[in-house]
């Protein structure tokens, strides 16, 4: 039998024990546990449910006031569980009982909240339909406003070494976004030209921040918000479902002159599961 490992008061102070003796101490810090901030009693809920490492809800939100608690999200296999909370902007942060000093952004959560999809699975340029790249959680950002109907997801990692750009609609299906394809290179090109029109002296002018050079990850914002137009638009004459029809797997685009860019599938249009 591998033992637990229990400390008191200090590292050095350390203790083996049966596992039958972890549970019965466990129990009992669960019964007597303090928020390591306002030293009140841990609760089962309310005020001072352990939201953190020694953390108790209300200590939480009085550090970050600009949350508002939503419940929680998932339970591990130690029985520790993850609360979320959300912004004014709607952006989700997580925080795990006996784990967390504060609540963290979640992006993977906040683009999914906001009705969007997120892909899990990709293939790369030749690469092998049986064999596809797994997406992970932790490596995402958005571009855009998740209010918005289309953003920009960026997805990079290092093992394997990956940097691939989405274009999510919300209600609809998710493309890739590059340069390859003529519609999306004019895409980058309409986006260039706004921030070229900013552009004073030897600087560009961008939200009201000054910037001496930009790069695509300025773009992004803005083709996620023109491209929402568009769609937009195209929802007021074919209204697409709520509900997310799943599509193939997002696979890299040969380079096309003439090929328009492959518009999201409409309700008629999207493939019906049995």
Request: charged letters at 20%.
């Amino acid at each position: 039998m591998y033992p637990k490992s229990v400390m008191l008061d200090y590292s050095s102070k350390e203790f083996y024990v049966t596992q039958d003796g972890y549970d019965a101490i466990k129990a009992v810090i669960q019964q007597h546990q303090l928020c390591g901030k306002c030293r009140q009693p841990i609760t089962q809920e309310g005020d001072h449910l352990l939201v953190g490492k020694n953390l108790g809800l209300s200590c939480l939100l009085q550090q970050q006031p600009q949350l508002t608690f939503l419940g929680p999200v998932a339970t591990n296999s130690d029985g520790d569980i993850t609360y979320g909370y959300t912004d004014a902007e709607n952006v989700v942060y997580t925080s795990q009982a006996n784990h967390s000093d504060e609540a963290r952004k979640d992006v993977f959560s906040s683009i999914q909240r906001a009705g969007f999809t997120v892909p899990e699975l990709y293939v790369p340029f030749k690469g092998d339909k049986d064999n596809p790249v797994h997406l992970g959680r932790s490596n995402w950002t958005v571009y855009g406003k998740l209010h918005q109907s289309v953003v920009v997801l960026s997805y990079k990692d290092t093992y394997p070494t990956i940097h691939i750009v989405f274009l999510s609609y919300k209600g609809g299906q998710v493309v890739e976004l590059n340069k390859r394809n003529l519609a999306f290179k004019q895409l980058f090109a309409r986006a260039s030209a706004i921030v070229e029109s900013t552009k004073r002296g030897s600087s560009y002018y961008i939200n009201g921040y000054e910037q001496a050079r930009y790069g695509d990850e300025t773009l992004y914002p803005i083709i996620a918000q023109l491209e929402a137009a568009v769609w937009d638009v195209q929802r007021q004459f074919a209204p697409v479902p709520n509900t997310y029809q799943q599509q193939e797997l997002p696979v890299a685009q040969e380079e096309s002159q003439g090929a328009e860019a492959p518009l999201p599938a409409t309700e008629e249009e999207t493939p019906k599961r049995g």
